[in-house]
């Protein structure tokens, strides 16, 4: 219907501009052609108002049923019944439940706690959804809500960004409803905002982006020759001068993360064209997520989430975007191997949110902050794809520190967003039971070596970084073989580096029993080699997911 109201607008204007002449036989047309015009735009704008409301009820309800789904498979789990006000209590008979309270009082009354509190929470969001649906709807039909659309069949008037508050489903909704022509003036006026706006196309994306980056990077080298010009390029290394030294550093990184995504992107003579889908320059560190080929088109979308110490500009050996690009190769080489002829993949190295780089990994701090972006921009791919080509399969791959908030982030993003979670070499799963994610039953995967081979594994406090995702219920078990014992680490490295078996599902006691090499040596080594190698063994999960019996190529 407003396509074709459009078409009708337009031809009206057609109609309008042949009207050529003078007198009051042409004026009278003109003037009813430009009311029957203004109908219709108003009418097109109220459509687009309506869709806009409708996509944010529909995006809010699926993510309280998902949250509601999730509770209920966790009260399941402990056979605790919730009534209709919302109060949860166990099912067993007293004896029962006495006897397993004092086998473990302090987290039977943790669960308790915990589903109450999530189910509060629910509550607070339906009635928050509510609230707000009901104030859009009564803007609506006052003629006051802004849908950032203005739509018009003259072009006399343009569009305006969507509120920060808009989710990415808003973002969708006004995106699509705008002219290519309203597109492209967007794109090139404010290519700072869309760019970085979760719910827009990320072909107008990466357009944007690389509209920013050759300014970012002016911008950067010159804050730091700024600096240089104030305090010299020699600053005497004393505990007075630590903050003068730490904000140097800080400037430098900014000059080599933008130039890092730079040849990131120049890696496209390859033949595989790159994606800037984020470029965010608004904290103290640079971060982006650059794909190998295009997610607006790709039938399978892998999402690696890296761990500590990596970041855009790496730490002067490993861990940058330019050498994720290698990573995101073997996985997009072996995912477009499994995933069969005809079949488009996309692999994203998403350094969306700051790492810790030392001593604060002990801390979930960014973990959560982290969390917090990921869920965002997973949730602007499932948006952006809703209003374009349809669904994807979308694979979280997360590695160490970003196992953790990949786990956090699956337990925000809503329902059917992804498709399967893999977290390997992971101090903690982000979560207390596998029920709080939204994820579909069956497709959580963990790859882990026993303690002794992997002292990061599982090693986070479970109240802080979640449970060992290789000890709880609910994950399929990955080899956590990738090369031999650390008795002959240093011979393991070639031997990893060539070795290209293929990965497996086995059970627990087969995964524990896989000898690997120390956390540490896999984030540190030059290059990741193991990081590669891991990536390339997980293949048979990232597509072959739902048929994980099919013999490997």
């Known amino acids: 219907m407003q396509q074709q109201l459009q078409t009708a607008a337009d031809d009206l204007v057609a109609d309008l501009n042949s009207l050529t002449g003078t007198g009051r036989t042409v004026t009278a047309a003109q003037d009813k052609l430009r009311k029957r015009i203004k109908a219709i735009e108003d009418l097109v704008n109220y459509f687009i108002s309506a869709?806009?409301?409708?996509?944010?009820?529909?995006?809010?309800i699926s993510k309280i049923k998902a949250d509601v789904e999730d509770v209920r498979q966790l009260a399941d789990s402990y056979s605790i019944h919730i009534d209709t006000s919302g109060v949860a209590s166990f099912l067993r008979s007293i004896a029962d439940e006495f006897i397993d309270f004092l086998k473990d009082p302090f987290n039977?009354?943790?669960?308790?706690?915990?589903?109450?509190?999530?189910?509060?929470?629910?509550?607070?969001?339906?009635d928050a959804l509510a609230?707000?649906?009901?104030?859009?709807?009564?803007?609506?039909?006052?003629?006051?809500?802004?849908?950032?659309?203005?739509?018009?069949?003259?072009?006399?008037?343009?569009?305006?960004?969507?509120?920060?508050?808009?989710?990415?489903?808003?973002?969708?909704?006004?995106?699509?409803?705008?002219?290519?022509?309203d597109k492209q003036w967007m794109i090139e006026q404010h290519p700072d905002v869309i760019g970085n706006l979760e719910g827009v196309d990320y072909t107008s994306r990466n357009q944007a982006n690389r509209i920013m980056l050759p300014r970012l990077q002016k911008q950067a080298a010159d804050e730091?020759?700024?600096?240089?010009?104030?305090?010299?390029t020699s600053i005497p290394v004393t505990p007075e001068n630590a903050g003068l030294l730490a904000e140097e550093k800080r400037l430098k990184d900014r000059v080599t993360a933008l130039d890092k995504i730079d040849a990131t992107l120049k890696k496209e003579s390859d033949g595989v064209p790159r994606y800037l889908m984020q470029l965010d320059p608004s904290?103290?560190?640079?971060?982006?997520?650059?794909?190998?080929?295009?997610?607006?088109?790709a039938d399978h979308i892998g999402v690696i989430v890296p761990g500590m110490t990596t970041s855009v500009a790496g730490n002067g050996k490993d861990g940058s975007i330019l050498d994720y690009d290698v990573h995101a190769t073997v996985m997009r080489e072996s995912a477009e191997e499994a995933a069969g002829r005809g079949q488009k993949v996309a692999m994203v190295e998403f350094f969306g949110y700051d790492a810790p780089q030392g001593a604060d990994v002990i801390s979930t701090s960014k973990a959560h902050k982290g969390a917090d972006r990921l869920a965002g921009f997973l949730n602007g791919i499932d948006a952006a794809r809703e209003h374009g080509k349809g669904d994807a399969h979308i694979t979280v791959a997360s590695h160490s520190y970003g196992s953790t908030t990949a786990g956090i982030a699956a337990t925000q993003v809503g329902g059917g967003v992804i498709d399967d979670l893999v977290q390997f070499?992971?101090?903690?799963?982000?979560v207390q039971d596998v029920g709080e994610f939204h994820v579909p039953e069956g497709h959580l995967y963990v790859s882990a070596a026993p303690y002794f081979h992997d002292m990061v594994q599982g090693v986070g406090p479970d109240d802080w970084f979640g449970k060992n995702p290789d000890t709880m219920d609910g994950y399929k078990h990955l080899s956590g073989d990738v090369g031999p014992a650390p008795s002959s680490i240093d011979r393991g490295i070639n031997t990893a580096a060539t070795s290209r078996r293929t990965p497996r599902l086995t059970g627990?006691?087969?995964?524990?029993?896989?000898?690997?090499?120390?956390?540490?040596?896999?984030?540190?080594?030059?290059?990741?080699?193991?990081?590669?190698?891991?990536?390339?063994?997980?293949?048979?999960?990232?597509?072959?997911?739902?048929d994980p019996e099919r013999p490997p190529r």
């Open 51 to 60: 869709s806009e409301i409708a996509s944010e009820g529909v995006q809010g």
């Open 108 to 126: 039977r009354t943790k669960l308790l706690a915990r589903i109450t509190q999530r189910i509060a929470a629910i509550i607070a969001e339906a």
């Open 131 to 181: 609230l707000e649906l009901a104030t859009m709807i009564r803007a609506l039909d006052k003629g006051t809500f802004d849908n950032g659309v203005h739509y018009t069949a003259t072009g006399s008037s343009r569009p305006t960004l969507p509120p920060k508050s808009a989710s990415p489903e808003q973002v969708a909704t006004w995106w699509n409803a705008l002219s290519e022509k």
């Open 224 to 232: 730091l020759q700024q600096f240089y010009d104030t305090y010299g």
């Open 283 to 297: 904290g103290p560190n640079i971060l982006a997520a650059v794909s190998q080929n295009n997610p607006d088109e």
């Open 425 to 430: 070499g992971s101090p903690g799963s982000g």
């Open 508 to 546: 627990r006691s087969a995964a524990s029993s896989e000898a690997t090499l120390p956390h540490e040596k896999v984030l540190h080594r030059p290059s990741h080699t193991f990081f590669s190698y891991r990536l390339r063994r997980m293949r048979t999960v990232l597509w072959r997911i739902h």
